[in-house]
């Protein structure tokens, strides 16, 4: 290039250079890249919650941020309707922490974060924010029936409460998800029936703190894990209470599988063997002979990948292909345009191992193991017979539960149960102290 035009050039550059990149811009993105790594470094919590509620609309990045929060050594805990802040918050988790790099003496008042109820798909932000002004007002939810007859009808929906319960906002009750899903329409139908009541005039039993009657001839049949593991990536946009892989991890153990994060590492065109669970599936036709194929993005502990299933490998697991499942894959890398993607030679689905004591498939039934404790009362019940009752409950406090029968003038009964909070262990002594509300075998007196 000649000198002159070489030099007009950088004449130019360098006017621009005066507005272009002036000091004042270039000095307020280093003070910011500054405070920001250094949030980062000292209070990686709260830097992190403050991310991920930054971006509480869009579950993609929620997901990307949560993998970057577990390898900082940050536990991510599930949503609680008793808990969980509209955003994400920082929370101190008891017991030991994850293993991570940040350094334990680092922001020493939280090392975890409670996933945000806005941040759950279809619960809506402003249903969520009705959720904690009336937990802040009446105090901690202690049943689904309890949280649908504190909340307007219009906000405490089944739409809304489906939501909740798959994503294990509602784990605080004990109960299997599966039951709790299955009892949505009872739990809005009692709790409709006591707001009826109370505007009749009638005393909201045992303070407010009954929950909804369960039938126990009716059974429910436990989510798989499988099942509750995709509700949960739907929802929050990553797994929460497990991972698929973690049924395999024995039958993985000699397999020899690459880690996704670690394909970059290879050169284009390069072969390998991993095993994940499918995210996403795209099932597409090739455009000039109409054949099926897929796309799917697969997942480990490490990262995401996109693989491409030409016709040939997918017609023989079209079938078997859902999100959640997990897959073995063969096959060669694609790294054009900087960007990782594979196509697959051979798709299997391995077999699970030992579960490391978790139970996959099954479920807790410990909540309907053992019969209730019934009690009834008449239809002239006073409150401070209710609140006698309450006190002699709490001074046992155990796993049994307690149903509540009480009668009404018009000859009908309510059963509800008495919550989490009021089972009991149902002793010699507690059984005389009831006696007079007790259903069923009276206790014998002792002699005196």
Same mark, same amino acid.
């Given at each position: 290039i000649p000198a002159k035009k070489a030099n007009a050039i950088f004449d130019l550059l360098?006017?621009? =250079?005066?507005?272009?990149?002036?000091? &004042?811009?270039? =000095?307020?993105?280093? +003070?910011?890249? %500054?405070?920001? =790594?250094?949030?980062? =470094?000292h209070y990686p919590v709260e830097f992190m919650a403050g991310l991920l509620s930054n971006e509480i609309s869009n579950t993609e990045k929620i997901s990307v941020f949560v993998g970057e929060c577990k390898r900082m050594g940050i536990s991510i805990l599930p949503p609680d309707v008793n808990r969980s802040g509209l955003k994400f918050v920082p929370e101190m988790r008891e017991g030991p922490q994850r293993p991570g790099n940040r350094d334990p003496e680092i922001s020493p008042r939280f090392n975890a974060i409670r996933y945000g109820l806005a941040a759950i798909k279809h619960v809506g932000e402003s249903a969520m924010e009705a959720a904690i002004r009336e937990r802040e007002r009446g105090g901690d939810f202690i049943s689904l029936q309890d949280f649908c007859s504190r909340l307007d009808s219009r906000i405490a929906n089944r739409k809304m409460l489906e939501s909740l319960i798959k994503a294990g906002a509602f784990d605080f009750l004990g109960r299997d998800r599966a039951e709790l899903f299955a009892r949505i329409d009872e739990a809005l139908t009692a &709790?409709?029936?006591?707001?009826?009541? $109370?505007?009749?005039?009638? /005393?909201?039993?045992?303070?407010?703190?009954?929950?909804?009657?369960?039938? *126990?001839? $009716?059974?429910?049949?436990?989510?798989s @894990? !499988? @099942?509750?593991?995709? %509700?949960?990536?739907?929802l929050l946009g990553f797994y929460? &209470?497990? !991972?698929?892989?973690?049924?395999? /991890?024995?039958?993985?153990?000699?397999?020899?599988y690459r880690p996704i994060a670690s394909l970059g590492d290879l050169d284009d065109r390069a072969s390998f063997k991993i095993a994940g669970a499918l995210v996403q599936i795209d099932k597409k036709f090739t455009r000039r002979e109409g054949k099926p194929f897929a796309v799917v993005w697969v997942e480990d502990l490490s990262g995401t990948l996109e693989v491409v299933l030409w016709n040939e490998v997918y017609i023989k697991v079209a079938d078997a292909l859902a999100p959640g499942r997990v897959v073995e894959i063969r096959g060669t890398l694609d790294k054009r345009d900087d960007t990782v993607r594979a196509t697959a030679e051979n798709v299997t689905m391995p077999t699970r191992g030992k579960t490391n004591g978790a139970a996959v498939g099954g479920g807790s039934t410990t909540a309907l193991q053992e019969p209730a404790v019934c009690l009834q009362f008449?239809?002239?019940?006073?409150?401070? @017979?209710? $609140?006698?009752?309450?006190?002699?409950?709490?001074s046992s406090p155990g796993h049994r539960p307690v149903q509540l029968l009480f009668d009404r003038a018009t000859g009908n009964s309510l059963r509800v149960n008495a919550g989490a909070d009021f089972c009991?262990? +149902?002793?010699?002594?507690?059984?005389? *102290?009831?006696? *007079?509300?007790? /259903?069923?075998?009276k206790p014998a007196r002792r002699n005196a």
């Amino acid at each position: 290039i000649p000198a002159k035009k070489a030099n007009a050039i950088f004449d130019l550059l360098e006017k621009f =250079a005066g507005y272009g990149f002036n000091k &004042s811009h270039s =000095a307020a993105y280093g +003070l910011i890249s %500054y405070h920001t =790594a250094y949030l980062k =470094a000292h209070y990686p919590v709260e830097f992190m919650a403050g991310l991920l509620s930054n971006e509480i609309s869009n579950t993609e990045k929620i997901s990307v941020f949560v993998g970057e929060c577990k390898r900082m050594g940050i536990s991510i805990l599930p949503p609680d309707v008793n808990r969980s802040g509209l955003k994400f918050v920082p929370e101190m988790r008891e017991g030991p922490q994850r293993p991570g790099n940040r350094d334990p003496e680092i922001s020493p008042r939280f090392n975890a974060i409670r996933y945000g109820l806005a941040a759950i798909k279809h619960v809506g932000e402003s249903a969520m924010e009705a959720a904690i002004r009336e937990r802040e007002r009446g105090g901690d939810f202690i049943s689904l029936q309890d949280f649908c007859s504190r909340l307007d009808s219009r906000i405490a929906n089944r739409k809304m409460l489906e939501s909740l319960i798959k994503a294990g906002a509602f784990d605080f009750l004990g109960r299997d998800r599966a039951e709790l899903f299955a009892r949505i329409d009872e739990a809005l139908t009692a &709790s409709a029936a006591a707001q009826r009541d $109370r505007v009749a005039g009638q /005393v909201s039993l045992f303070d407010e703190t009954t929950a909804p009657t369960t039938s *126990r001839t $009716r059974s429910i049949t436990p989510w798989s @894990e !499988h @099942e509750k593991l995709s %509700y949960e990536k739907e929802l929050l946009g990553f797994y929460v &209470s497990g !991972h698929p892989l973690d049924a395999y /991890v024995d039958a993985f153990a000699t397999k020899n599988y690459r880690p996704i994060a670690s394909l970059g590492d290879l050169d284009d065109r390069a072969s390998f063997k991993i095993a994940g669970a499918l995210v996403q599936i795209d099932k597409k036709f090739t455009r000039r002979e109409g054949k099926p194929f897929a796309v799917v993005w697969v997942e480990d502990l490490s990262g995401t990948l996109e693989v491409v299933l030409w016709n040939e490998v997918y017609i023989k697991v079209a079938d078997a292909l859902a999100p959640g499942r997990v897959v073995e894959i063969r096959g060669t890398l694609d790294k054009r345009d900087d960007t990782v993607r594979a196509t697959a030679e051979n798709v299997t689905m391995p077999t699970r191992g030992k579960t490391n004591g978790a139970a996959v498939g099954g479920g807790s039934t410990t909540a309907l193991q053992e019969p209730a404790v019934c009690l009834q009362f008449s239809s002239a019940a006073t409150s401070n @017979e209710l $609140r006698e009752v309450r006190e002699i409950l709490a001074s046992s406090p155990g796993h049994r539960p307690v149903q509540l029968l009480f009668d009404r003038a018009t000859g009908n009964s309510l059963r509800v149960n008495a919550g989490a909070d009021f089972c009991v262990h +149902l002793t010699r002594d507690l059984e005389e *102290r009831l006696s *007079r509300w007790l /259903v069923g075998p009276k206790p014998a007196r002792r002699n005196a």
